[in-house]
């Protein structure tokens, strides 16, 4: 019997650092993401989250430059728009991988809290990278706010913290049928629920792979995989002593100090998953999706 599994995937398996975000560019990334997550899901039943930071600054932008509107569209219709973009490429590609296996697509809308402190800080990078100057200028020109983001600048916005995956129930039933599911691309739509009951959209990007956690947590997964660009969590990072950890409990790993930028959300979402679960999950490379699921690769997080 195979496990129940939810992957996260990074930005990178869309869209590398530096590159032009052409359609033909990211479907290669997809191919590449998908060969290396169909020996996994021919094993065991996938869930597989994304990553659409990239993509919707790339609406974004599109939609603040197009003078038919007299207001750019929105974030959570941005983010709806990306996940139906990125779970069809997906979709297709791994149609194309596993022929006969039923696959299924689906928007999610992830419940945060109206008055939640994010708000009146943004912190989420979303979209392309930038120049200092050239971030400044986009920001004066279209209210954005810009922070650095390694050597380059880049828009944040809001990132409330999850609180429930609407349609969760759903993707169980799928997953019971045994239907491997794309779903909460870009941490989902966030949405508020007001005293009349009714969701409604918020301006904001939610953390995929917070909300790729709290999924794994409703789903009852066996295992949280979070796959990025780098082989394993650094013990150290940019320091002379930096070395990677092979294991590690969830107190260890958070006592380590991951900045909120970079590593820190990764390290929340997984160390989150495992404290409340009892079960495992791991960080590491898309390429050694299988070995970490298999506890041979990556950084594995384990319960005290």
């Known amino acids: 019997m195979g496990k129940r599994i939810v992957v996260a995937l990074g930005g990178n398996a869309l869209l590398r650092r530096g590159q032009v975000p052409d359609a033909d560019a990211q479907l290669d990334n997809i191919v590449r993401a998908v060969n290396a997550l169909v020996p996994l899901a021919r094993d065991h039943d996938l869930v ?24 750019p569209y929105p974030f959570d219709a941005l983010g709806a728009l990306t996940q139906g973009l990125i779970g069809y490429w997906l979709l297709q590609s791994l ?8 696959i299924a697509s689906i928007i999610n809308q992830t419940l945060v ?15 392309e990278v930038y120049d200092e100057l050239e971030a400044k200028q986009l920001a004066d020109r279209l209210g954005w706010q810009v922070r650095p983001d390694g050597e380059k600048w880049r828009r944040v916005v809001a990132s409330p913290r999850p609180l429930a995956v609407i349609e969760s129930e759903l993707v169980r039933q799928l997953m019971d049928a045994g239907t491997l599911v794309i779903c909460a691309g870009g941490g989902g739509v966030p949405v508020v ?21 709290l999924l794994a947590e409703s789903l009852h997964a066996d295992q949280l995989l979070v796959l990025t660009d780098v082989p394993a969590v650094m013990h150290g990072f940019g320091t002379d002593e930096q070395a990677p ?14 900045p909120a930028g970079s590593m820190g959300p990764k390290v929340d979402a997984v160390c989150r998953f495992v404290e409340h679960t009892g079960m495992t999950a791991a960080i590491g490379r898309l390429e050694d999706a299988v070995a970490m699921a298999a506890g041979h690769a990556g950084t594995t997080v384990t319960p005290e």
């Open 48 to 71: 597989i989250t994304h990553g659409n930071g990239p993509q919707v600054g790339v609406l974004a932008m599109e939609s603040a430059a197009d003078h038919r509107l007299t207001a």
């Open 193 to 213: 629920r007001g005293e009349d009951g009714w969701l409604r959209g918020v301006e904001a990007v939610v953390d995929k792979d917070l909300t790729a956690a």
């Open 95 to 102: 149609e194309n991988a596993l022929p006969g296996r039923p």
């Open 113 to 127: 809290r109206r008055d939640d402190p994010a708000f009146d800080d943004p912190t989420k990078f979303v979209g």
């Open 245 to 258: 950890i092979a294991h590690a409990t969830a107190e260890q790993l958070r006592a380590e100090g991951f």
